[in-house]
């Protein structure tokens, strides 16, 4: 339903209908402390059922904004040059950054929750990136409503076609890393792959399939496993690749953190590499260079997607149509140390730790 100025609720409204005074709605709605969680529900549910929007006064887009980025995690170098690009996208359009992390312990008032949202509306944020965290149809919808702008990076569900999305061609790149493997006369090609329901990681596996097609090798689904993007899953995935009958001669694995965990079973098995194993990652983080040996890995530009990301949130803000709802930079396969062509004799799975 499309509300005129005169027919949009107001604060008074919801007091009404939460049974409660004006001033006691307009500390709810500010997350003032001293009110009871039975009348702080009670006047949030009024404000869904009416449709409330916030009056702050018109933006002044001439004074700093102000974006929240959400992630999901900040233990990993991959967050770390997102920031970085948003970071300094933000310096030069005078736009202040506020972090936030998506955290499942925090319940329905952290980050990405309705009251957070419409927190952020009440003070007249520009908008939010969320980074590799879930993002709800419903949520969504609420940031529209609230006038909030709303950008994902690589996110982890996928959503209609006009939630804008900035991330890199994964399939690309799956594709480059296993054809390199291929090229170097690998068959036994195992893929440590990200959080099933990624996006990023479901691409990236797409890439590895088409090019384990194309060469004709044999698809093991036991050389397929899906975890989270770090490295003890790395470790824990490559374990088990390793203790196979037949294990893999290569692993490519769904981002750099992976491969670190991946280069600590081979350790531990005995291998060498790339002599018995030779191993691929992604993301192309500052890591990769001081593996030993370096990691061959592909390129991504991750601090170009945290820039691209906040001056699309900016475009959006100002009323313009984006570029593209789903831009895709350019990935890049780097050769390193860490892939060779594969031995003729494979050591047996003895770990030793």
């Known amino acids: 339903m499309i509300r005129t100025q005169a027919s949009r609720p107001t604060l008074e409204q919801v007091a009404r209908a939460a049974g409660v005074s004006k001033a006691t709605a307009s500390k709810v709605l500010n997350r003032r402390p001293n009110i009871s969680s039975q009348t702080r529900r009670r006047v949030e549910q009024a404000i869904d059922e009416l449709g409330y929007v916030p009056t702050t006064g018109p933006r002044e887009r001439d004074r700093l904004q102000k974006v929240n980025v959400v992630f999901n995690t900040l233990v990993n170098l991959y967050s770390m040059h997102v920031l970085e690009g948003i970071v300094a996208a933000a310096h030069a359009q005078r736009v202040e950054v506020l972090v936030d992390m998506a955290d499942p312990d925090l319940g329905e008032d952290g980050p990405l929750s309705a009251p957070w949202i419409r927190r952020l509306a009440a003070h007249g944020r520009t908008g939010v990136i969320v980074v590799t965290s879930e993002l709800t149809a419903g949520q969504r ?6 006038g909030l ?7 982890l ?6 939630v804008v999305s900035v991330g ?11 054809q390199h493997l291929v090229d170097l006369g690998h ?8 959080p ?29 496993l899906e975890r989270e993007f770090s490295v003890p899953a790395g470790l824990e995935m490559a374990s088990r690749f390793l203790s196979e009958p037949q294990p893999p001669t290569a692993i490519f694995a769904g981002c750099d953190a992976s491969a670190l965990g991946v280069l600590e079973a081979a350790r531990q098995y005995g291998l060498r590499v790339p002599q018995d194993l030779s191993v691929v990652g992604f993301d192309d983080t500052s890591m990769a260079v001081s593996t030993a040996p370096p990691l061959t890995t592909v390129r991504q530009p991750i601090s170009d997607m945290g820039r691209v990301a906040l001056r699309t949130l900016l475009q959006q803000s100002r ?4 570029d593209s709802h789903h831009v895709q930079l350019s990935t890049q396969l780097v050769i390193r140390g860490s892939t060779a062509a594969p031995a003729t004799a494979v050591p047996g799975p003895h770990p030793r730790h």
């Open 187 to 194: 068959r036994r090609i195992a893929f440590a792959g990200g």
């Open 157 to 162: 569900n996928p959503l209609d076609d006009e």
């Open 319 to 322: 009323g313009e149509r984006a």
């Open 149 to 155: 702008s709303v950008v994902l990076i690589d996110p």
């Open 141 to 146: 919808d609420l940031m529209g409503a609230l």
């Open 196 to 224: 099933p329901g990624s996006i990023a990681s479901r691409e990236r596996l797409q890439g590895y399939l088409s090019a384990m097609g194309s060469a004709g090798a044999a698809i093991d689904p036991e050389l397929i």
């Open 168 to 178: 890199a061609t994964n399939f690309t790149g799956g594709l480059q890393a296993t």
